[in-house]
């Protein structure tokens, strides 16, 4: 049995959140003196703070409400017997909810079964893919679209696009589009971010990842796109056994990925970024907008990539958390990219700066964006406080506190097609909520300064909380 880190909520079933404020993160206004007024997991109604008869009643005096946060980028359930240590540090950072970002067929069966954990206080799974799309099942466009068949055949919701190369990652999104079934994930380093857009692909992870976004906002875009394109190289070849093999690899691979950067991907990083041309990524934001393409940055995954040997990552106190052999593997990853050039790091720490520049001029267009972290395999990102590293830095990056709040909570329900019943402190939407001791409109960091979390309809204060964290502390499994 997995341990049991959250213990039931203090308080469930029908009850008041008196006297607090709601936030309404889609019109950026606040309602002070508000009760609400909670049943069954959902919101009864918010009234006026006055009387009330319920027999449960929560303090809210002071307190402001926001909807729960999403992470729309983790691979929590990679382990599914091993995913309470997650799930617990996401109800303590107020994460209701998450896109699982890595499947197979077994997760997409038990899921349809029933099978999944669920242990107490666990974010909802709002979305998962299957399989990866890597060289071994997209090698011919006839296998890409048999993949992409599978996998809608067994539920998926959205197919993941990773490790692939121009020819099927066209192939799938193509047969994808057919199907009506979103396609996600990397854009491949031969993909030209608008030809992405313009044949539906739905959301780009990691602002790409590697150049190929930033290549489109460069003045030297023609002479980079004529450069061959080098990717990891993957067997294509299935044989008995070969993907128990390949997704051993995969993960230690996806550690961090930037250890495997070779001088010629930095260099194209270096003149990309150099040759960085605003209007050119205007007309590129313009492009995502009309197409409805979304952008998950996913900072903090990116900057525990490119800087992983720094103290904030290597002193992090919140390792606690984290399973000793998982530790053991960051630190072995970290290992491998100091080994990398002196030029080549060096690229990586200059390119910071254009990803932060990229993500502003992405949110002042107005390109639509979510919230996302990486966690869960990915080196120094730790699952639920990960969600608060990506506000940081999204508040680095020059976004506003209300569109910061808004990737998280309004627009990730939009994404997954729930903003009818997600994303709002509202009457007969899911009593998922976070009580904050601040205004989270005029500054983000109070989004770090959680008071309470209902999850599901169960309210857990910020004493019980700290309980969750000091019984995970004690026993950490966390990946």
Known sequence: MPPAYVHPPTTSGIFTIRDTTVVDVRTETLHPHQDIHIADGKIAAITHTGATTDEQTIDGHGTYVVPGFIDAHTHALNWPKEVAGAYALMLANGVVGFRQMSGSPELLTDRAAGRLPAPTGAPELLATCGTLLTPMNTSTAEDAAKE???????????????????????????EAQRLELPLDGHLPGDVDPREAAQHGMRCIEHLGPGATVYTAASTEEKTLRAQPQKSIKLPKVKLPGMERVLNALIARLVINPAALTSTDAAHELHVADTTYDEAKAAELADLFIEHDTWQCPTLIRLHTQQFPDTPAHQDDPRQRYIAPAELKRWRKATKRFAKLPDKTR????????????????????????????????????????????????????????????????????????????????????????????????????????????????????????????DRLAADPSAR
């Open 346 to 469: 060096k690229a990586l720490r200059e390119h910071w700066d254009a990803q932060l520049r990229m993500t502003k001029l992405f949110a002042d267009k107005g390109v639509p964006m979510i919230a996302g972290t990486d966690a869960n395999g990915a080196g120094w990102v730790i699952p639920g406080f990960a969600l608060h590293d990506e506000f940081d830095l999204l508040a680095d990056a020059g976004l506003s506190p209300v569109t910061i709040l808004q990737m998280a909570t309004s627009n990730a329900a939009r994404f997954f097609g729930r903003a009818d019943t997600h994303g709002q402190v509202a009457q007969g939407f899911h009593a998922d909520l976070v009580l904050l001791q601040r205004n989270p409109l005029s500054d983000h960091t109070a989004l770090h300064e959680i008071s309470g979390v209902v999850r599901d309809g169960g309210w857990w204060s910020r004493a019980d909380l700290d309980a969750i964290l």
């Open 148 to 174: 992409v068949r599978t996998q809608h055949k067994l539920g998926a919701d959205f197919i993941k696009a990773g490790m692939t190369q121009h020819d099927g990652f066209f192939a799938a999104l193509t």
